[in-house]
């Protein structure tokens, strides 16, 4: 487990003082899939520097699986950090060196035996697909199969969690899609938490299992994915899966139901046709957290409709009116 607790970070720039992080709490469970989000100079950065150890925050502790990491010795927190597995946006690679040497090279650091070390980078090799580029260099690989060695170098000291700060912004939208699939089974075979800072929603929508929204240096929500999507107060739910999007409705209101789980889906609207006469006014499925979401935006003509559809909500079956 990972947490924050009450980080506070200040810059000081020509006479002024910039709060990247105010009072940030939070924390990333075991075998999460974390997604920080926010705007540019929301604080991501900071937060992602602060959480590998690159910087230290002003006040506030940073507790990784039980270590206290800012009160260590300089000695101990430097052993701390192998154990903090780090995505770099520009993949921060030797050139000098292969694939395999590159990711290699922390087991080097570490003092691993050699016949060990080529064991591991072996399987890490296999792991990110790259096992026929073991003997290419940097200059010899595209922009993914570099950041895949980037990320088979974060896990070559089993770290417990792997930390990306807008790692596929130099890479193009398929590759992107690519990196991130990787980064899921990473989460998911390997069981290790992956903490993702992106701008982009969608990207998150897709495979983050939490969600943490910052905005000027603070936290301002997080949770579930799948509970800000269906939370209708929840604004980072909304700009993850926007609400109510269609055209003007005739009938007596306006009703988004959001189903989970395709058991749900795929009778619903038949079964409520049983009992009223509504006109679907949008539907589509999403992909969310690796489950399938139906959302359908319905007009309803009356009272009755209204009862029919507030009696089928449940714990899979989420209604809200416009
Ligand atoms: N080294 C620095 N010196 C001064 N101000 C900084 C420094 N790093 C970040 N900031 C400021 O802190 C705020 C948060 O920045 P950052 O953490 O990079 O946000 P993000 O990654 O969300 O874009 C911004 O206002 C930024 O200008
Ligand atoms: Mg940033």
Known sequence: MLEVLSVTKTYRQRGRTITALDDVSLTIPDGALYGIAGRSGAGKSTLFRILTALQRPDSGKVVIDGDDLFSLSRRALRERRRKIGIVF???NLLHGRTAAQNIEFPLELAGVPAEQRRQ???DLLDLVGLADRADNYPSQL??????????????????SVLLSDEATSALDGETTK?????????NRELGV?????????DILRRHASHVAAFDGGRLVED???????????SRIGHDLLPRFTSAPS????RALVTLRGEEHAAGFLADYGKDADYRVLSGAVYDVVGEHLARYELDLPDEAAVAALDSRSS??????YA
Do not use: M
């Not at 595209?142 to 895949?148: A, I, L, M, V």
């Not at 949770?223 to 107060?233: E, H, R, W």
């Open 315 to 320: 714990d899979a079956i989420t209604v809200e």
């Open 178 to 186: 690519q990196i991130l699939d990787l980064l899921s089974q990473v």
């Open 223 to 233: 949770g579930p994915v799948l509970s800000l999507i269906t939370d209708p107060a």
């Open 120 to 122: 591991r980078v072996g």
């Open 89 to 91: 946006q520009q993949f």
């Open 142 to 159: 595209s922009g993914g199969q570099k950041q895949r060695v980037g990320i088979a170098r974060a896990l070559a000291s089993e770290p």
């Open 250 to 253: 005739h009938g007596i209101r």
């Open 193 to 201: 938490s992956v903490v993702i800072i992106t701008h982009e929603l």
